[in-house]
Nanobody, 120 residues
Framework: QVQLVESGGGLVQAGGSLRLSCAASGRTDAMGWFRQAPGKEREFVASISWRGESTYYGAAVKGRFTVSRDNAKNTVYLQMNSLKPEDTAVYYC????????????????WGQGTQVTVSS
């Protein structure tokens, strides 16, 4: 059983940046970030392999977001730059699937989510 805790969300103006963190209770393999806006399905954001040498991004965030990890700290990060109002959502990290799984249902473990709100 792996527990995941996200942090770093908040309110930011369009064009600004935020960095999200996801702390795991133990070793994880590939990790994923997803987001869900009100009334919408959960959307794939990014995935990173165990060693961090491979990353994969959703089309909506590619070029603006960067996923990274520090395995010594069992922590994965999501650096979000050039934020847009349409990035407003609850952001979740997930574990328990192979890289680069983009389907939410294939992940076994989820954090509680952190709210990101981008004002125009």
């Amino acid at each position: 059983q792996v527990q995941l805790v996200e942090s770093g969300g908040g309110l930011v103006q369009a064009g600004g940046s935020l960095r999200l963190s996801c702390a795991a209770s133990g070793r994880t393999d590939a990790m994923g970030w997803f987001r869900q806006a009100p009334g919408k399905e959960r959307e794939f954001v990014a995935s990173i392999s165990w060693r961090g040498e491979s990353t994969y991004y959703g089309a909506a965030v590619k070029g603006r977001f960067t996923v990274s990890r520090d395995n010594a700290k069992n922590t994965v990060y999501l650096q979000m730059n050039s934020l847009k109002p349409e990035d407003t959502a609850v952001y979740y990290c997930a574990a328990g699937a192979s890289f680069p799984t983009v389907v939410p249902g294939r992940y076994a473990y989820w954090g509680q989510g952190t709210q990101v709100t981008v004002s125009s």
